[in-house]
């Protein structure tokens, strides 16, 4: 597992930053759970210093997979949202990644489709996240357990199935490691 070379400290926080997002965009990872995983331990050590959510983007290039913008939010009950995805350009975006310093499961997870519509939910849910971007949704937790919330996959499902009956959000999340 990578480990971080820094220490966070709030008066060397931006600069800590800034240096992840330096450090992450030279690195190339062979799989999307080993990118996951350097986020996680960046992540991790973030939110440990801060007490709330981090973020960043996951972005695919051919064979390989890129971490992109770390950011933090101001909020400590707040979601990290997005970022900008100012690197759109080294890539195709594949997901939202964060971690939660509290809570130990995606947000939003009883939204559910039926005959073609959804329930909706928590607005500013990591379900909703997805809904609104279009692309999956990856949470690292504090035992550095990570998970995916399938959203091509939910979305596969929910416009193929005709049956009336709710496919849920919850039933799409994946173990990754």
Same mark, same amino acid.
């Given at each position: 597992m990578y480990q971080p070379n820094f220490?966070?400290?709030s008066n060397l926080l931006?600069?800590?930053l800034a240096g992840a997002n330096r $450090?992450?965009?030279a690195? $190339?990872?062979?799989?999307?759970?080993?990118?996951?995983?350097?986020?996680?331990?960046i992540g991790l050590a973030f939110q440990k210093r801060l007490g709330r959510e981090v973020g960043a983007n996951l972005v695919q290039a051919g064979n390989e997979y890129k971490v992109v913008d770390?950011?933090?939010?101001?909020?400590?009950w707040g979601a990290t949202g997005v970022s900008t995805i100012a690197n759109r350009e080294i890539g195709v975006w594949k997901g939202i990644m964060h971690t939660?310093?509290?809570?130990?499961?995606?947000s939003g997870l009883g939204v559910?489709?039926?005959?073609? $519509?959804?329930s909706f939910g928590l607005m500013e849910s990591d379900v909703n996240q997805s809904m609104v971007h279009g692309v999956s949704n990856y949470l690292v937790l504090p035992n550095h357990t990570a998970q995916r919330f399938n959203y091509e996959a939910w979305m596969r499902a929910a416009m193929s199935d005709h049956s009336g009956e709710r496919i849920y959000a919850r039933d799409f999340v994946e173990n990754i490691f």
């Open positions: 220490t966070i400290s931006q600069y800590a $450090r992450a965009q690195t $190339r990872h062979g799989s999307e759970a080993a990118a996951v995983n350097y986020f996680g331990a770390f950011h933090y939010d101001s909020d400590k939660h310093p509290t809570n130990v499961s995606f559910y489709y039926q005959n073609g $519509r959804t």
